[in-house]
């Protein structure tokens, strides 16, 4: 029996809600503990062992997701399809963390004991199953495990983390955590999935699809994780810090975004599989809808607060992170679209093909803006790379699905809530103008009156075209 994408989308924006607060508790603290240098060194770090992690899934967690969500009503054909695909994953993981301990021995690089503790996140990708789970539609799981390790994680930084050279700490108690939390999922693999051991050839077959979908995964990262790479080797430490700073709050919006995706692409694939095609165009024009209102408030209110919230949240150690801020908040909104097109359209479809364009081509845009713009006007080249990345991979993608459902039609959708956004975020820039309050009273005064102003126009919107984003929610099931 399938689960409602309502509660399901319920149990992952709750824990996005977590995933909001628990930076508004660390990230101030660490900043601060850390330095500027110090969490651009892991972050740098971090990034470098985001891609051996990448290489390690080679593309499984979304292959994984669709795989299982279209035999997932056959008990024989879920249990071989789960086998095969995770013998699959355990080699490539293998492989891909062997390569990472040849490069740290005998690469010429600072912080080599960062390098070797990072390991353990890379280890994570033997045991990362997530997929298994997406595509049952069995968010619980997950959601549960995620917070809870959420929480320790949380709990272990402010016990352990207190000066400069803690460092290493630091990096232990993050990528432990994070290994921790592929773990904890495999006491309930019984109750969904039985591993029955398959022929070596069966596993390979998946390979090719794999890599498919993994290259559009590489392509992304590069303009995703690359840019914190290059502002390191082009710039330095503390620059990667300052981005670092904004980006985080960038990634927490974000999990908004993303939360919608994974409840959907099960279930787009699901229907597709079984023929639903009408309904799963009324779904996508829908989503469209509502991502895009959802993330004009966060985008245009990101940048509207961004003045008070940075120096309040980060100290003034960050204060050049709130341009950083204001420029990268407005990638949400085309993030948005980008990850309900993907989502919903090209990957349920089998339509990797144009997923790998579009990221392609925006994987490209970034590094050639960044590789000029970063050595001219330094990390806010970075910041016009990104913005001009997520324009063109939201602009290709939807472009490549005009001939399944109405581009024009979900384009118009999306400019009433831009309007309001932009209306809301000039009417948060005169408050901000005017008060002179502390930081904290400031900020709470600044989201009040946005999120009033929003709220207040969204339902002129929907009263004058006699419609509700209640009733939009109630059309998925």
Known sequence: MKSSIRKNYLYNLGYQILQMIMPLVTAPYISRVLGTEGTGVYSYTHSVAYYFLLAGMLGVNTYGNRSVARVRDDKDKLNAEFSSIFQLQVLTSFTAIFIYICYISIANIDYKSIYMIQLLYI???TFDINWLFFGMEEFRITVTRKTIIKILTAVAVFCFVKKKEDLPIYTVIMAGGYFLGQCYLWFSVKK????????FITSIKH???MIVLFAPTIATSIYRVMD???????GSYDDVGLYDAADKIIVVCLGVVSAWGTV???RISHMFAAGELEQCKKYYVNSIELITFITSAMCFGLAAIAKAFVPAFYGDAFIQSINIMRGLSITVLFIGISNTTRNQMLIPMSREKSYLISVTAG????FVINYIMIQQIGVMGAVIGTLCTEITVAAIQMYSVRRI??????VIKMIPPILIGTMMYFVVWLVDAHLTCSLMIKIAIEIITGAAFFAFLSMLYFKTTKRSIVGIIKGFK
């Open 363 to 366: 994987a490209c845009v970034n």
């Open 405 to 410: 459902t109405s581009v024009r039609h979900s």
């Open 192 to 199: 969904y999935v039985k591993y029955v051991r398959q022929p």
């Open 264 to 266: 959907m692409l099960p």
């Open 207 to 209: 390979l090719k699809p």
């Open 228 to 234: 914190k790479i290059m502002i390191g080797s082009l």
């Open 123 to 125: 280890l994570s990708a």
